[in-house]
């Protein structure tokens, strides 16, 4: 892996939230302005968890923060005000191709981690694209397993039961079936990290690492009677409380294993009863204030991004 700006090695990681990842590019404008640049051409390394694996896997395709942002906009309220999971999975599934096409993983321009759970084995799998990212078996490493992008970034946000599980094939031809990433790590940073030293073999004092979440909220009052139905299933309880711990207690073991690695993390915790949100938010003037708040979020943090970035 070629550095980008001498000795750092700089990793970008965006956490899983669904609409909520609005938010995630509030805070990326700003640092896109910080830095002068596509973000492809400033981190050495992207991870990302469902949403946040839409946004990584479109910044590093060269795409700016504007461009994706306005893709939001237009279609993630499209998607999660429909009803039911099939509808849900049919409509993301021709986003992704619409976006992503046919491209792979060789199309990327910076290091990518996408990552998803395997249902059965209950174990993660993460696409990648350098071949230095692998963790032994490089000989047969196959950019993202021999998927697509669209593929790739469907499964990571396969939120089962909101979602339809996603079954990929890979170029060996295995057909394995996946769900959100977020069940493994809704916050990939420990994932990045041990990528960073222990496949590019990158010493601690070397890593920058600036990590992206989707912001704590108070749970929405629900006012429509099939939504309150919906709220009251268990599954649908245990998904949003499983990927709230799983997002607090990846970044406390990443504090207390990797606390020297220079590090900025944004996430910040919003109690007004006006921000009451979840990740499937449909409500455009909603999602348009999580996007200033991420902004705002930026601001408070902006000078040891400054230093994190140059």
């Not at 640092?31 to 050495?44: D, I, Q, T």
Request: aromatic fraction near 8%; proline fraction near 4%.
């Amino acid at each position: 892996m070629t550095r980008l700006g001498g000795d750092r090695f700089r990793i970008l990681a965006l956490d899983g939230g669904g609409a909520k990842g609005f938010y995630t590019l509030g805070g990326l404008k700003q640092v896109e302005a910080l830095v002068g640049s596509r973000l492809c051409e400033k981190f050495n390394l992207i991870y990302g968890t469902s949403t946040g694996s839409i946004i990584g896997t479109m910044l590093a395709l060269g795409m700016s923060v504007d461009e994706i942002h306005q893709l939001y906009r237009e279609h993630v309220p499209s998607v999660m005000k429909l009803r039911t999971a099939a509808a849900k999975t049919r409509r993301l599934e021709e986003l992704a191709s619409e976006i992503f096409g046919d491209r792979k993983f060789e199309a990327v321009r910076t290091g990518i981690g996408v990552v998803a759970t395997k249902w059965l084995l209950e174990t993660p799998m993460i696409f990648k694209a350098d071949p230095g990212q692998a963790h032994g078996r490089k000989a047969t490493f196959t950019p993202g397993f021999g998927c697509r992008l669209a593929d790739a970034v469907q499964a990571s946000c396969s939120a089962y039961p909101f979602f339809n599980r996603k079954i990929v094939r890979t170029s060996s031809g295995d057909e394995i079936e996946l769900a959100d990433g977020g069940f493994c790590a809704n916050n990939p940073a420990l994932y990045a990290i041990a990528d960073a030293t222990r496949a590019f073999k990158v010493g601690y004092e070397n890593i920058s690492l600036l990590s992206i979440g989707v912001g704590v909220y108070p749970k929405p009052k629900i006012t429509n009677p099939k939504d309150w139905l919906i709220d009251k299933l268990p599954s649908v309880q245990l998904l949003q409380k499983t990927l709230e711990i799983n997002t607090q207690s990846m970044e406390q073991l990443r504090q207390v294993l990797y606390g020297s690695i220079q590090t900025v993390r944004i996430n910040q915790t919003f109690a007004q009863p006006e921000m009451a949100t979840d990740l499937l938010e449909h409500n455009l003037t909603k999602l348009n204030l999580l996007h200033q708040r991420g902004s705002e979020s930026f601001a408070e943090h902006e000078e040891q991004i400054r230093d994190l970035l140059h």
